[in-house]
């Protein structure tokens, strides 16, 4: 059965924003070749995207975190597999993330890259959502501040499904 999604944000407005955070990462690190670092599955689509709208040399490297399991709201654990070791000694790092939610994921991530020694370290989400923030982890870049809200597409999924969307929809569960 085909769902009726609610749009929150077009596909317009999201490369919109997608432009203004490239601008300001090639501004903030162009001139040396950056690690992006995508956190799968959600961020997939919005890094795609980013990177292609940067102008900065990139190399790209993905990681799988999670701490959704089939529900709306985070759960008490972070699931992070991060695979093999990666070459982040004296490079600077762009970890690229779909929402910054609790905190943790980011927080989490960026504390196992400090480990590996990079030069630096910069963030950038999509979306924020300040409103269950667990961790004081933010986001060096972050684009569209949301509620306490469900959301799906553009990445984003609703139990696996609708991250082929190319807007987001707000969930009316």
Same mark, same amino acid.
């Given at each position: 059965?085909?769902?009726?999604?609610?749009?929150?944000?077009?596909?317009?407005?999201?490369?919109?924003?997608?432009?203004?955070?490239?601008?300001?990462?090639?501004?903030?690190?162009?001139?040396?070749?950056?690690?992006?670092?995508?956190?799968?599955?959600?961020?997939?689509?919005?890094?795609?995207?980013?990177?292609?709208?940067?102008?900065? %040399?990139? &190399? #790209? =490297?993905?990681?799988?975190?999670?701490?959704?399991?089939?529900?709306?709201?985070? $759960?008490? /654990? *972070?699931?992070?597999?991060?695979?093999? %070791?990666? &070459? #982040? =000694?004296?490079?600077?790092?762009?970890?690229?993330?779909?929402?910054?939610?609790? $905190?943790? /994921? *980011?927080?989490?991530?960026?504390?196992?890259?400090?480990?590996?020694?990079?030069?630096?370290?910069?963030?950038?989400?999509?979306?924020?959502?300040?409103?269950?923030?667990?961790?004081?982890?933010?986001?060096?870049?972050?684009?569209?501040?949301?509620?306490?809200?469900?959301?799906?597409?553009?990445?984003?999924?609703?139990?696996?499904?609708?991250?082929?969307?190319?807007?987001?929809?707000?969930?009316?569960?």
């Amino acid at each position: 059965m085909a769902r009726a999604h609610t749009v929150l944000f077009s596909a317009d407005i999201i490369a919109g924003i997608v432009r203004d955070l490239a601008r300001a990462i090639d501004r903030d690190l162009g001139g040396s070749r950056v690690v992006v670092v995508t956190v799968l599955k959600g961020a997939v689509m919005f890094s795609s995207d980013l990177v292609r709208a940067m102008t900065t %040399e990139t &190399e #790209l =490297a993905y990681v799988t975190a999670s701490s959704y399991a089939g529900g709306f709201t985070p $759960g008490a /654990t *972070l699931q992070l597999d991060t695979g093999a %070791e990666l &070459e #982040l =000694a004296g490079r600077d790092v762009l970890i690229v993330d779909d929402i910054i939610d609790t $905190g943790r /994921t *980011l927080g989490e991530l960026s504390e196992v890259f400090r480990g590996w020694g990079p030069r630096s370290i910069s963030t950038v989400a999509l979306i924020n959502r300040t409103s269950r923030r667990e961790a004081a982890a933010e986001a060096t870049y972050s684009g569209l501040d949301i509620d306490d809200e469900f959301i799906y597409g553009y990445g984003l999924d609703w139990d696996e499904a609708h991250r082929d969307l190319p807007f987001i929809a707000l969930a009316n569960p």
